[in-house]
């Protein structure tokens, strides 16, 4: 011990546990205002763009992200009654461009059109195609109607 | 958001919190109006995560998760939670620490952030919808087939047919509860109540620390948690990882909180939060057992009859979901042979992917990007305060060690390609690790910081000497 310390000192020396814990805290707050910044500016650009994004138009942003034609949903929505149910098919007219985006297809249009409940193709009593040929008996189904979107997209009823 | 939707999400939140402090009434934990306010996060949070697993069970028994059954539901859990109060007495008051001067700024400048930075999230979180892969093609389209459909069935359009059907259904079962109160289908509504469900989840960690850890610590404390952008990202999304990350993670709290005070209110305030993760995805179960695991460690096992039933309630309450989709022959889309563990040959020729995993992993885990440093800061906190509190240090260890051993073991086992697998979910999958540290940090700066044993004085006499005012 060094003699040149008072004794009385001795208590209040910082511990090397709290010398190292004074660290770790200047680190941990250290971090927190290095992420304040962003974090707030994070938060505003996300609530401007929510903000100026027609309520209609908000779930169907993400289909968009994967450059999907997200149109083809509000068209399927006007013509699939709510109780019905649909289920959604691809084709080799779709010439997706990202990976992922042929998952993405039936993914994202579901909740957009609630109440209208997904099931496979079996089931469905409508199909939306999203690049699939309906018209050349590639599916082995049989269609009451067909409501075209744009090359390649569609909305199909199931005859049954 | 409708003004209806907003009435609704109100209506739900107030039952919650009917619910919540009915449970700590019962408890003792609530027995004054200003513990009341205290305790309203901590009220309406648990509130949500009972009736949450109540109307689980609900569903799984047949019913449709009508309004009037989830008000039924919701009035049970009420008297049920305040029976107790003839039998159990008041909790011992403590009183909240305080601070003056410069802590006293440091904890209002830690609460301004937290306060403005939620308000701020308010803004954002009443006009988005969530985006995230996992919500929009099973999570939310789950909670529309119970509303639509009036509850859980099998066969074409039902939750069968969507991915994951096996997982439990405590977050889809939250989301129909919102559906009902607001009478409609608008997915715009729910991050609000998500957004409400985080606020109360903040200040009832804030509520089960007041007591133990100062304001200059706490307050900055939980900053740390709201500005963590992937904590951030969790609000709204509606991913089943949003409801396990802060049930797990306030369940760890509380028992950690229990290591020192030993009050067994603490630990029902845990096995509820706990066994409401059991009912959020797969891993829920293992995340609570872990918990309890590793409270026995810390205690090596000498409260054992606390902890039994600790232990026991995730698992006997998930038992009816695991009865349910074994009797309606439910096929995971996604299962995680989690038998091949016990075959060592398996595993010696999936010793790649074990690798992988060992080294991509972790990387998420302490990724400052998205949850700052609260992982590394707690692992070291954890070894500073090994002399003074080996319990709290073994547990922290414990949880943040043995949940990425699990992550990894996942991984090592599944069949899904790995690099694509760890990719997409490993940001997701650790941030119950990651939140639950975030939360036990104002707990372990406040062990940390306190005088330790080598900075006192020798003997009484000097402690005496110091302790008298100046001349």
């Known amino acids: 011990m060094d003699a040149s310390v008072p004794r009385e000192a001795l208590g209040k020396r910082i511990s090397v546990t709290q010398g190292l814990t004074a660290l770790l805290a200047a680190a941990a707050v250290g971090a927190g205002l290095w992420a304040l910044p962003g974090r707030f500016g994070t938060v505003n650009r996300e609530a401007k763009f929510w903000g100026g994004t027609p309520v209609h138009l908000r779930l169907l942003q993400e289909a968009a992200g994967f450059e999907l034609r997200a149109g083809i949903y509000p068209f399927a929505a006007q013509i699939i009654p709510p109780t019905a149910t649909y289920a959604v098919i691809t084709g080799p007219q779709a010439h997706f461009k990202r990976a992922n985006a042929a998952d993405a297809v039936a993914g994202f249009g579901q909740l957009y059109l609630l109440p209208r409940m997904p099931t496979d193709l079996a089931h469905a009593q409508y199909v939306i195609s999203y690049g699939a040929l309906l018209r050349y008996g590639g599916l082995d189904i049989h269609f009451s109607h067909i409501w075209n979107f744009k090359p390649g997209l569609a909305v199909a009823e199931i005859a049954r | ?471």
């Open chain 2, 1 to 471: 958001m409708t003004p209806r939707d907003v009435a609704g999400i109100l209506a739900s939140d107030a039952v919650f919190l009917v619910v919540g402090y009915a449970l700590l009434f019962g408890l003792g934990l609530v027995r004054s109006w200003v513990r009341a306010l205290r305790f309203v996060g901590l009220a309406l949070f648990a509130g949500w995560a009972v009736v949450g697993v109540l109307a689980s069970l609900l569903l799984v028994a047949g019913g449709s998760l009508a309004l009037w059954e989830v008000l039924a539901l919701a009035a049970a859990a009420t008297l049920a939670g305040a029976a107790p109060a003839r039998r159990v007495p008041a909790a011992r008051p403590v009183p909240v620490l305080r601070e003056r001067g410069l802590p006293l700024a440091a904890a209002v400048v830690g609460a301004a952030v937290v306060v403005v930075y939620l308000l701020d999230l308010l803004r954002q979180t009443t006009k988005e919808v969530t985006t995230a892969w996992d919500a929009n093609s099973f999570w939310l389209p789950k909670a529309a087939a119970i509303v639509v459909q009036n509850g859980i069935h099998t066969g074409p359009a039902t939750i069968e047919g969507m991915f994951n059907p096996d997982y439990p259904i405590f977050a889809p079962a939250q989301e129909a509860i919102s559906w009902r109160f607001t009478g409609n289908l608008h997915v715009e509504a729910l991050p609000t109540q998500h957004w409400i469900v985080a606020v109360a989840f903040l200040a009832a960690a804030a509520a089960l620390l007041a007591d133990r850890v100062r304001p200059a610590i706490l307050w900055p404390g939980l900053a740390l948690v709201v500005l963590m952008p992937a904590f951030e990202g969790l609000i709204g999304s509606s991913l089943g990882d949003e409801p396990l990350a802060m049930l797990l993670g306030l369940g760890a709290l509380a028992g950690g909180v229990w290591l020192g005070s030993r009050d067994p209110r603490l630990l029902v305030v845990c096995g509820v939060l706990l066994t409401a993760a059991a009912w959020t995805k797969v891993e829920g179960l293992w995340g609570a057992l872990l918990v309890v695991v590793m409270l026995a460690v810390a205690t090596r096992l000498r409260p054992w009859r606390v902890l039994l039933p600790l232990l026991l309630a995730p698992i006997v309450f998930i038992v009816p979901w695991r009865v349910w989709t074994r009797d309606h022959h439910i096929v995971s889309s996604g299962a995680v042979p989690y038998a091949n563990l016990a075959h060592p040959s398996l595993l010696w020729a999936a010793r790649g992917r074990l690798w992988t995993a060992l080294a991509d992993t972790p990387g998420y885990l302490v990724d400052p990007g998205a949850w700052l440093l609260a992982v590394p800061v707690a692992v070291l906190l954890a070894v500073l305060i090994f002399r003074v509190r080996a319990d709290l240090a073994v547990y922290t260890w414990g949880l943040v060690v043995l949940a990425f051993l699990g992550n990894v073991a996942v991984y090592w086992v599944s069949a899904a390609p790995i690099q694509n697998y760890i990719e997409t979910s490993a940001p997701r999958v650790v941030s119950s690790n990651a939140v639950t540290c975030a939360l036990l940090l104002p707990l372990l700066f406040s062990v940390a910081a306190a005088p330790s044993p080598e900075a006192q004085p020798a003997t009484p006499g000097e402690r005496r000497r110091q302790a008298a005012p100046a001349r």
